[in-house]
Structures are given as structure tokens and as C-alpha cells.
């Protein structure tokens, strides 16, 4: 089995955030605390999955949080085309990270059946539940279903040989991670399963959460699916960017060949608190 190259795409970023933002429990929490906004893009060959679609210009106005780039602009460096993506693992629903699957409409979505039913179901008539999720980005996907361009798991799943997807709920009820096989060992795209390193290192939970118990029991499942702690990548850590290479523009790093030496003490030093 060969081994896949996995890289993260910033597209977006919100420096105005304190720390009362990325943790429930923390004693510092009016300290600025930045937040980074990612699409991941695995690849072997001729063969590319994207991981979530970011979210575009027109949701940036609507919740007035602007996006840097366009995902699709963001990809290009990647030599990436929109409309040859043919695969598109959604972690969940949430705007960032599913408000752009109209811009990739030949894709077959890959999801849990868990997050379609909490999206589409009576949950949603809780505003505080509902605030994470825009309804254009839901009847997206229910449009893809019909299409027959949607397939959906229950629990754990093989995407492609290498690829696995990993039912983690918590943050919302059907996210799941991405466990792929790599050069460095096996990498676990998180997603919002850890916002940040320090959710899962020092078991801190997101306060945007619908189980904390499941998102708790994420935290191990996690340390369980990686090779190595170093190689589970946060959904929105800045972080990320200082310990894994730039693969040619300044918004792409690469992960599968794993952090870089020279920043093995900024990991231990910045994110076990």
C-alpha cells in the first residue's frame, strides 16, 4: 500500500477571539487566543480526496467573518481544479467546513449518517444548536443525495484504501476524523474533534459542543487512530503552520512527511499547558 501525501490549505483566519473561545475550562481566559480556518487535501497519485470545502465571499458577509482567499483559489497552487475534485470527505456540517460543497459539484460526498439526521431534525429548533450551521449548505447536501452523489457511514468507514473516516460526535453530533496512511505513520486529520492541540493535550473541551462526554471520549480515540500525538492535526490551530513544512505558497503546509525537527520544542513547549 502506498502512502499518501496530505496537505493544509488555509483560507480564512479570526484574530479577535480570547482563550474564553477555544476552552470551557481555562483560567486566562480574556488572553487573545487566533484562530486559523483549513481545507486538507490528500493525494497519491492521480488520486485526490479533499477534506471539508471551507466556506466562500458571500457566507464571509452573512456572519461578517471574512475568508483571505477563495478555497478555490486557495487550491490552485495544489494544481487542483474545482471541477475534477470527484471526492469530498464532509468531517460536518458546520458553515466552515461545508459551506462550499456547491463548489465542487462533481463530487460524491462521504458523511455520517449522524450528522444529516442532526442537521435536518428537531435539534435544529434550538438557535443555539442551529448557529454552527447555515440551511443553503444543508440543501446542498440533501441535493447531492438525490443526485446520488452522497454516501453515508454509520461509525467507522475505508474512503480508499489508506483513508479511513472515524464517527467522533461531540462537537456535532456526526463528526468524524480522518485517519490516513502516511510516510510518517498514520495521520489523523481531526477536524473539530480538537479545535487546537491544547483541547486534546490537555483535555479542555470547545464550548461549541452537543455531547461533552463524546467529545471527551474523542480526545482518546484520536491518540488511539494517530502513530504518534504529533501527527493528529488540529481543525483550526495556527500551530500548524510552525510545525510542518510550506509547500510552496505561504497558506499551504505539508503534514504527511511530518513537523519539521527544528520545531519539536515550540510543540512541547506551546501546546502541553
Given at each position: 500500500m502506498?502512502?499518501?501525501?496530505?496537505?493544509s490549505?488555509?483560507?480564512?483566519?479570526r484574530?479577535?477571539?480570547?482563550?474564553?473561545d477555544?476552552?470551557?475550562?481555562?483560567?486566562?481566559?480574556?488572553?487573545?487566543?487566533?484562530m486559523d480556518y483549513?481545507?486538507?487535501?490528500?493525494?497519491?497519485?492521480?488520486?485526490v480526496?479533499?477534506?471539508d470545502t471551507g466556506?466562500?465571499?458571500?457566507?464571509?458577509?452573512?456572519?461578517e467573518?471574512?475568508?483571505?482567499?477563495?478555497?478555490?483559489?486557495a487550491?490552485?497552487?495544489?494544481?487542483?481544479?474545482?471541477?475534477?475534485?470527484?471526492?469530498?470527505i464532509?468531517?460536518?456540517l458546520?458553515y466552515?467546513?461545508a459551506?462550499?460543497?456547491?463548489m465542487?459539484?462533481n463530487?460524491l460526498l462521504?458523511?455520517q449518517?449522524?450528522?444529516?439526521?442532526?442537521?435536518?431534525?428537531?435539534?435544529?429548533?434550538?438557535?443555539?444548536l442551529?448557529a454552527p450551521?447555515?440551511?443553503?449548505h444543508?440543501c446542498?447536501?440533501?441535493?447531492?443525495?438525490?443526485?446520488?452523489k452522497l454516501?453515508?457511514?454509520?461509525g467507522?468507514?475505508e474512503?480508499a484504501e489508506?483513508?479511513?473516516v472515524h464517527?467522533i460526535g461531540?462537537?456535532?453530533?456526526?463528526?468524524?476524523?480522518?485517519?490516513?496512511?502516511?510516510?510518517a505513520?498514520?495521520?489523523v486529520?481531526a477536524s473539530?474533534?480538537?479545535?487546537?492541540?491544547?483541547?486534546?493535550l490537555?483535555?479542555k473541551?470547545?464550548p461549541?459542543?452537543?455531547?461533552?462526554?463524546d467529545?471527551?471520549?474523542?480526545?482518546?480515540t484520536?491518540?488511539q487512530?494517530a502513530?504518534?500525538?504529533?501527527?493528529i492535526?488540529?481543525?483550526?490551530d495556527?500551530?500548524?503552520?510552525?510545525l510542518?513544512?510550506?509547500f510552496?505558497?505561504d497558506?499551504?503546509?505539508?503534514?504527511?512527511i511530518?513537523?519539521l525537527?527544528?520545531?519539536a520544542?515550540?510543540?512541547?513547549?506551546?501546546?502541553?499547558?
Amino acid at each position: 500500500m502506498s502512502d499518501w501525501e496530505v496537505y493544509s490549505v488555509k483560507y480564512a483566519d479570526r484574530n479577535s477571539r480570547t482563550r474564553a473561545d477555544s476552552f470551557i475550562f481555562d483560567d486566562n481566559h480574556d488572553a487573545p487566543h487566533d484562530m486559523d480556518y483549513f481545507i486538507w487535501v490528500l493525494r497519491r497519485g492521480d488520486k485526490v480526496i479533499l477534506v471539508d470545502t471551507g466556506y466562500d465571499e458571500a457566507e464571509a458577509r452573512e456572519r461578517e467573518r471574512p475568508i483571505i482567499m477563495d478555497p478555490r483559489e486557495a487550491l490552485k497552487p495544489l494544481g487542483l481544479q474545482p471541477e475534477a475534485i470527484t471526492d469530498v470527505i464532509v468531517t460536518h456540517l458546520h458553515y466552515d467546513h461545508a459551506g462550499g460543497l456547491h463548489m465542487f459539484p462533481n463530487a460524491l460526498l462521504h458523511m455520517q449518517s449522524a450528522e444529516m439526521a442532526f442537521a435536518t431534525g428537531p435539534c435544529m429548533c434550538h438557535g443555539t444548536l442551529q448557529a454552527p450551521f447555515s440551511a443553503g449548505h444543508i440543501c446542498e447536501a440533501v441535493k447531492r443525495l438525490y443526485a446520488g452523489k452522497l454516501t453515508f457511514y454509520d461509525g467507522c468507514a475505508e474512503i480508499a484504501e489508506g483513508v479511513t473516516v472515524h464517527h467522533i460526535g461531540g462537537h456535532s453530533r456526526g463528526l468524524q476524523c480522518v485517519r490516513v496512511k502516511t510516510q510518517a505513520g498514520w495521520l489523523v486529520l481531526a477536524s473539530d474533534a480538537t479545535h487546537f492541540y491544547e483541547n486534546f493535550l490537555s483535555e479542555k473541551p470547545f464550548p461549541i459542543v452537543v455531547d461533552l462526554e463524546d467529545m471527551l471520549k474523542g480526545f482518546a480515540t484520536l491518540r488511539q487512530l494517530a502513530s504518534s500525538p504529533k501527527l493528529i492535526i488540529p481543525g483550526h490551530d495556527p500551530l500548524v503552520k510552525q510545525l510542518f513544512p510550506q509547500f510552496g505558497s505561504d497558506h499551504i503546509h505539508r503534514l504527511d512527511i511530518g513537523p519539521l525537527d527544528e520545531f519539536a520544542e515550540i510543540w512541547k513547549q506551546d501546546t502541553v499547558k
